[in-house]
Nanobody, 122 residues
Framework: VQLVESGGGLVQAGGSLRLSCGASGSIVRINAMGWYRQAPGKQRELAATITSGGSTNYADSVKGRFTISRDNAKNTVYLQMNSLKPEDTAVYYC?????????????????WGQGTQVTVSS
């Protein structure tokens, strides 16, 4: 299973970005997906998650500004980020709890993307 992110970049404070993350491989089911972020010198933290049923959860710091969504047909999750602040600057990582076909049978595991840089200038 591979997760590939795209959509990061440099934006001014108050601007918007949309991140995408596509999952590929021998996927049986995507149980949940999410976005985490890691700022320089800080631990990785949750930004938003979404279940297979569409239930969402957000960090308090992004509530009302970020929206997570998913396209089950495309095995893709999105993060729409509005009203960006300099403190949103971080590497954003896609995360998936995914059931896939393995040589020993179907297994559920946690997978991570390679990360995409988001930089918000003041």
């Amino acid at each position: 299973v591979q997760l590939v992110e795209s959509g990061g970049g440099l934006v001014q404070a108050g601007g918007s970005l949309r991140l995408s993350c596509g999952a590929s491989g021998s996927i049986v089911r995507i149980n949940a997906m999410g976005w985490y972020r890691q700022a320089p010198g800080k631990q990785r933290e949750l930004a938003a998650t979404i279940t297979s049923g569409g239930s969402t959860n957000y960090a308090d710091s992004v509530k009302g500004r970020f929206t997570i969504s998913r396209d089950n047909a495309k095995n893709t999750v999105y993060l729409q980020m509005n009203s960006l602040k300099p403190e949103d600057t971080a590497v954003y990582y896609c995360n998936g709890l995914i059931t896939s076909v393995q040589p020993m049978g179907a297994r559920t595991g946690t997978y991570w993307g390679q990360g995409t840089q988001v930089t918000v200038s003041s």
